[in-house]
T-cell receptor, first 111, second 118 residues
């Protein structure tokens, strides 16, 4: 099956810093999503981005499908950005596929 | 707007007892439904998915089963729980939509059920 690798696995930053999280995947994908898991376990949808670039406030994401990677940028980090960030992909095929998740990046923003 | 509910939120069960977790979706019709499990605080694994009533596909052989008795209801069950069934169980929905030559299949997750088997 498809492999999804996220880096770095852990990241500790001071409030106000910028960060870049990376997701590599081993095959062509139909969909790619970025999630933030909050301390209560809820998965929050950040971006649906199979290709191209999107921005939402301090967050932006870029997927280069031909090179099989995606980047999540967080600018001017806040303590509320702490948590685990997951990248997940599916191969498509008529819309009946589940997501394959990476192991996540655990981000800690210190005040 | 669409919402997804899961219950219970937390559950502590003895080994060998049965299990029933429920997931319901509101505000959409004919969704794809999914069960995932997250163990040890990292990484989610797809367990089951369903494209319609009574249409269930299993991704991983295990002690669990799933059923979809109604369009927007998805149930995860076990006859006898094992210690290894402990984890965080998440239900998700999507409505695949054709878009520019591919399928937009963005998934949205419920709040989850934290299961501890003792």
């Amino acid at each position: 099956g498809i492999q999804v690798e996220q880096s770095p696995p852990d990241l500790i930053l001071q409030e106000g810093a910028n960060s870049t999280l990376r997701c590599n995947f081993s095959d062509s994908v139909n969909n790619l999503q970025w999630f933030h898991q909050n301390p209560w376990g809820q998965l929050i949808n950040l971006f649906y981005i199979p290709s191209g670039t999107k921005q939402n406030g301090r967050l932006s994401a870029t997927t280069v499908a031909t090179e099989r990677y995606s980047l999540l940028y967080i600018s001017s980090s806040q303590t509320t950005d702490s948590g685990v960030y997951f990248c997940a992909v599916d191969l498509g095929g008529g819309g009946a596929d589940g997501l394959t998740f990476g192991k996540g990046t655990h981000l800690i923003i210190q005040p | 707007s669409q919402t997804i509910h899961q219950w219970p939120a937390t559950l502590v069960q003895p080994v060998g007892s049965p299990l029933s977790l429920e997931c319901t979706v509101e505000g959409t019709s004919n969704p794809n439904l999914y069960w995932y499990r997250q163990a040890a605080g990292r990484g989610l694994q797809l367990l089951f998915y369903s494209i319609g009533i009574d249409q269930i596909s299993s991704e991983v052989p295990q002690n669990l089963s799933a059923s979809r008795p109604q369009d927007r209801q998805f149930i995860l069950s076990s006859k006898k729980l094992l210690l290894s069934d402990s984890g965080f169980y998440l239900c998700a929905w999507s409505v695949p939509t054709p878009f520019r030559g591919h399928w937009n299949n963005e998934q949205f997750f419920g709040p989850g059920t934290r299961l501890t088997v003792l």
